[in-house]
């Protein structure tokens, strides 16, 4: 028979036809909470059932005993809590016996919750309890410290409606589907692999000898909700695992996407995504190296040991009910040709690895990726999503004084970017989105701010698109650049340049007779005069217009682009 569900009932919270009515009626009136992104991700679990035994948000009992002794108040395990956090002023909105409905973004309330008590967390302590440390740099904990609303809300839901998902549609299931299928396939011994990568041939090899070792069937069980920051996005790797999944046997293989929120909390998070694996039907649960790890803490060591995973598991096991098969790394034996465990490598044979971060570097610098490490298919999606440089959109951004000679140098430029004629330009000089994206604005520190936010943004739409953007405005106060910066450099190129033609420079040219005027007192806040400018502390190019002329600085840009690699001129 199929793996019982954790506590034995699996725990769907959508109501019946005959109770949707009366709770669509009753939803109307009710105060109504808006989900975060994460808080749906929860929803859904909760809703169909992936997270039984809960049968909503935890209150503050069961919340105290997860963090202690990763249990429920009533003793059974469970190792994450799940907490649906409010603002101060929507708690004050509330009291035990208060009902809320609870509303994905695109609008339908999915549950109603009825509030069981109102508690304010020790986000510290839960930091240290749960994921071992209330350092900054676990992905989770900085969620927790800096993301996370200050009232937990405990109460049971009534569900209306799972989430809604426009995409993958084939390849998503509730436990109850995948539970049906697995009966209707005869599959009794089911084993989950979970993944948040893309998978390439070590993680197929390693898949590969899990099932057959547990004699089990296989399910590819990847988390589609939240992963680490940084990851790769669920759409790429989702089109990755279908190529991937090709290369298993048909009869036993089956995938299906997770649409869980991870928490990167290694040990516990390990004993958390076995419970819900068993939800899903699953009888056994591969737990490999460094499981659900979240990388370094910040002073550079792992936040938990690579085995320590497995080992909670095993020590659980019993009480578990699902089967850990623990797994090794696998590696690539260049003599032998093949993949095997770790400690299998014959002493002095030659072991081939590439990493996540050379993976990246080699996809960026459109370098060779080998077969041994890869399926061409994979490779050919990965590179799709991650384009060499050549072909990635880039923002070259200009900050300098009025006058400074910035528009003189981006419309030259331009003109040169738009000659070589690979990709589209957009030019937002300063006074042109003015002009068009900031007419409401003034000079103000705030609204100079927003003014540069906008810019950023616009030129960060440009470069996920693979354009480049030519932005020339002011842009006086540092930390805006670089969170300017920041938006942008995750989508393609950054070039900050400064054009530091001296003040007195500047003033002596007074192109529109503004400094005048400002040294005149008939306008005020006027950079470099009454108001302040931060020189940038590592531009990539700086230069001087007192010295050179537009013509000798544009090149010298487009030189070190081609020297970056984003333009070629060859
Ligand atoms: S900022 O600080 O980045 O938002 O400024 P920006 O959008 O680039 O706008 C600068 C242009 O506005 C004109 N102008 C002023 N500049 C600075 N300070 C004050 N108070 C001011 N008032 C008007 C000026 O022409 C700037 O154009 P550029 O092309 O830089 O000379």
Redesign the pocket.
């Known amino acids: 028979d199929i793996t019982p569900p954790h506590g034995g009932t699996l725990k769907e919270l959508i109501v019946s036809p005959e109770r949707l009515d009366a709770l669509k009626a009753e939803a109307v009136d009710l105060p109504s909470w808006d989900l975060t992104a994460r808080q749906v991700c929860d929803a859904e679990l909760l809703l169909n059932g992936g997270f039984s035994p809960l049968e909503g948000f935890l209150t503050e009992a069961d919340y105290t005993a997860v963090c202690e002794r990763m249990r429920l108040a009533d003793d059974s395990l469970w190792p994450i809590p799940i907490n649906l956090d409010v603002t101060e002023a929507f708690a004050e909105t509330l009291e035990p016996g208060s009902r809320i409905a609870l509303r994905h973004p695109e609008g339908m309330v999915l549950a109603i919750m009825t509030v069981e008590d109102l508690y304010r967390p020790d986000f510290k302590k839960e930091a240290e309890q749960v994921y071992g440390a209330a350092d900054p740099a676990h992905p989770e904990v900085f969620r927790l410290m800096h993301q996370t609303n200050p009232v937990y809300v405990g109460g049971r839901l009534e569900g209306l409606e799972l989430p809604p998902h426009h995409t993958f549609k084939q390849l998503r299931h509730t436990p109850r589907e995948l539970r049906d299928w697995f009966t209707k396939m005869g599959w009794n011994s089911v084993v989950a692999f979970q993944t948040r990568n893309p998978m390439h041939r070590a993680h197929v090899e390693l898949a590969k000898r899990a099932s057959q070792k547990g004699e089990a069937n296989l399910l590819i069980h990847p988390v589609v909700g939240m992963t680490k920051p940084g990851d790769v996005d669920y759409f790429v790797r989702v089109r990755c695992y279908q190529e991937v999944v090709r290369h298993f046997p048909e009869q036993t293989t089956a995938l299906s996407l997770l649409p869980l929120a991870m928490r990167m909390g290694g040990p516990r998070e390990a004993v958390w995504h076995a419970i819900i694996r068993k939800n899903y039907g699953c009888a056994r649960f591969i737990v490999g190296r460094d499981h659900a790890g979240p990388g370094k803490n910040s002073h550079g060591e792992d936040f938990y040991g690579p085995y320590e995973a497995q080992d909670l598991v095993e020590r659980h096991q019993e009480e578990l009910g699902i089967a850990m098969q623990p797994f090794e790394e696998m590696v690539y034996v260049e003599d032998m040709a093949q993949y095997v465990p770790r400690s299998e490598v014959p002493e002095e044979a030659r072991v081939l690895n590439i990493s996540g971060t050379e993976l990246r570097r080699r996809l960026r610098e459109g370098l060779e990726i080998p077969e041994w490490f890869s399926y061409p298919e994979v490779i050919t999606r990965l590179r799709q999503a991650f384009p060499p440089k050549r072909e990635q959109g880039f923002t070259v951004f200009f900050t300098g ?4 000679g ?2 003189t140098i981006a419309n030259v430029l331009v003109a040169k970017l738009m000659e070589l004629g690979t990709r589209p330009v957009t030019l937002l ?3 042109l ?2 002009k068009h994206l ?1 007419s409401e604005l003034g ?1 103000s520190k705030e ?2 701010e927003i ?2 936010k906008r810019i950023g943004y616009v030129a960060s739409e440009i470069t996920k698109n693979r354009g480049v953007a030519i932005c ?5 106060y540092t930390s805006t650049r670089r969170e300017v910066r920041e938006m942008i450099s995750q989508y393609g190129g950054f070039v900050e340049v400064h054009v530091a033609t001296p003040l007195e420079v500047c003033e002596e040219r007074d192109r ?1 007779g ?1 400094y005048a005027k ?1 040294r005149a007192g008939l ?5 470099g005069i009454d ?1 302040p400018y931060q020189a940038p502390e590592n531009p990539e190019v700086v230069v001087d217009t007192s010295q050179f002329t537009a013509d000798e600085l544009a090149q010298q840009i487009i030189l070190h682009l081609e020297k970056q690699g984003f333009i070629d001129l060859q």
Do not use: W
């Not at 004084?401 to 400074?404: D, E, N, R």
């Not at 306008?523 to 950079?527: A, D, E, G, N, R």
């Open positions: 004084l009025s006058g400074s910035k528009s000089d300063g006074d989105v003015r900031s000079f609204h100079r003014n540069i020339a405005p002011i842009a006086p529109k503004l400002a306008i005020k806040q006027f950079t108001d």
